[in-house]
């Protein structure tokens, strides 16, 4: 069952999934969040999407976080005559700023400083890197380039200069109308584009909370100087995004496998979830079946401790979207059957809070009991996060009332997500906990389970107590697959 699978899978909506019968589709393959790109498509046609999610996820009690992707500084050329045009190497272009369209021999760009920012032999990468063109001279708003490597290049396609400091905010004003609109619509995670400092989060962190939003920040690593300011950007985000496209070719495509172990070696270490995006399956896009390089790709990003791993054009435009999450959802959970790097437990004596304590706790008497689950009972879903970050293999079952909570926990590594009635007493909840596990086929009678919980019960406190308990439903059993969520159902078929 889709329950079994304990890294995440991230799906980009867009016209090959955005219809209401697809995003249904999308999340029986396998999608835990939904990620809105908002570099493409109006604010209607994601407030569609948003609804339809909400409303899905209530029908199918399936819980999907909705991940805004703010577009941020891109550069990217404009658009053209006949919506593309081709360059050849050796030929001779002129890059404008000025708002024309582009043709054969002019290629127009919407980012206003890019003769600011450009010296004779200043390299610019078009399309992910496809093509390059290099700077002879410059004049006013018109750029002299020289094609070193050609091809068909299209609307709207991107531009990097690599190595080079282009002279933007984090947020355009694009942006701030944006992340207005995300807020206003409760998304669950921000994804900011193009970071380079900690005053880049700080900067969001001050509007979201002005907002009074409990949005949460992904912060995106496509920058060279973002990998300078690593540890710091990491300690003050909420999650981490390892944006390989952008990343690459700013530090070259045969540095990027170091950069990306090394971003996820940081976070693992700070307890911050991390996303691997960027190209996984790539060539599912077209085929129905990834290459085995592509294979091997999901698979070590799992192993390098990545919490979630993104698809791009593969779930937005793809021919074969449904199949590709579903493909994403079959390599890791076959990876994580056979994989022996669990209870990631520090036996230090490093100064924890008491969420952090109660988190390690609970997960060494889990190793020890080599108890079936592990039961966090919140209102914010912090201990199970921390929990999460100690990879346990018993399953983590977070239980709480407030569905946007278990929306914002679907990131998460590992953690399922459950509703539960509202309690007074600590004999309502192992009611409550006993019918969920076996009728839910998690467990069954005579499993040990950790409980994490705050006391007193009655007046709501925060997280300070862990409670060990014996699985008792010897009158209960599994319900079927219709009366059960969907993801403690049999793998939903999808056409």
């Not at 209401?20 to 999407?49: P, Q, T, Y």
């Not at 078009?126 to 750029?143: A, C, F, K, T, Y």
């Not at 905010?169 to 609109?181: G, N, Q």
Request: proline share 5%.
């Amino acid at each position: 069952m889709l329950a079994d699978r304990r890294a995440k899978i991230v799906a980009t909506i867009g016209p090959a999934t955005r219809e209401e019968k697809n995003l249904e589709k999308a999340i029986k393959a396998g999608m835990n969040v939904a990620r809105l790109n908002f570099s493409h498509g109006s604010h209607e046609d994601h407030l569609k999407v948003i609804h339809s999610l909400r409303k899905l996820s209530s029908e199918l009690r399936a819980p999907v976080a909705i991940l805004q992707d703010l577009q941020g500084p891109k550069v990217r050329v404009g658009k053209f005559e006949s919506g593309s045009i081709e360059i050849k190497p050796g030929e001779r272009l002129v890059v404008t700023t000025a708002a024309v369209l582009g043709k054969p021999g002019l290629i127009p760009s919407d980012f206003k400083e890019l003769p600011l920012a450009c010296v004779p032999g200043t390299r610019i990468l078009l399309d992910d890197g496809l093509m390059e063109i290099q700077v002879l001279q410059v004049r006013g708003e018109e750029i002299d380039v020289e094609v070193i490597y050609g091809g068909i290049l299209k609307d709207r396609k991107g531009m990097n200069l690599p190595g080079v400091n282009l002279p933007v905010d984090a947020m355009t004003p694009k942006d701030f109308e944006d992340l207005e609109f995300g807020l206003a619509n409760k998304v669950d995670y921000v994804a900011l584009s193009f970071v380079r400092h900690a005053r880049d989060i700080r900067k969001l962190r001050e509007i979201i909370e002005s907002r009074k939003s409990n949005a949460k920040i992904v912060a995106k690593i496509e920058m060279v100087e973002a990998l300078e300011n690593l540890e710091e950007i990491c300690r003050l985000s909420d999650v981490v995004m390892v944006a390989r496209g952008d990343l690459a070719v700013e530090v070259g495509q045969s540095r990027l496998p170091g950069f990306q172990k090394r971003i996820i070696q940081v976070c693992n270490q700070l307890g911050k979830p991390v996303i691997t995006a960027t190209q996984m399956l790539d060539s599912m896009v077209e085929n129905p079946r990834p290459t085995r390089a592509e294979i091997t790709d999901v698979a070590n990003a799992v192993l390098d401790g990545s919490d979630a791993l993104m698809l791009s054009a593969e779930s937005a435009s793809g021919k074969h979207p449904f199949k590709c999450i579903r493909t994403m959802h079959e390599i890791i959970t076959e990876v994580e059957r056979n994989e022996e790097e669990y209870y990631k437990l520090s036996l230090e004596s490093e100064y924890l809070s008491t969420p952090g304590a109660i988190a390690a706790s609970a997960s060494l008497t889990a190793l020890k009991l080599n108890a079936t689950a592990i039961i966090c009972l919140t209102t914010s879903g912090k201990t199970a996060n921390i929990i999460s970050n100690f990879r346990p293999k018993a399953r983590v079952i977070s239980v709480t009332q407030h569905m946007d909570v278990l929306n914002s926990m679907e990131l998460m590594w590992g953690i399922q997500t459950l509703l539960i009635k509202p309690y007074k007493t600590m004999e309502d909840i192992l009611t409550q906990v006993d019918q969920l596990l076996i009728t839910h086929g998690l467990a069954k009678t005579g499993d040990r389970v950790i409980l994490t919980l705050g006391q007193p019960i009655a007046q709501g406190a925060k997280t300070n107590s862990i409670y060990v308990h014996t699985v008792n439903g010897d009158q209960l059993s599994r319900l079927p697959d219709d009366k059960l969520p969907l993801r403690c159902q049999a793998d939903p078929e999808i056409n």
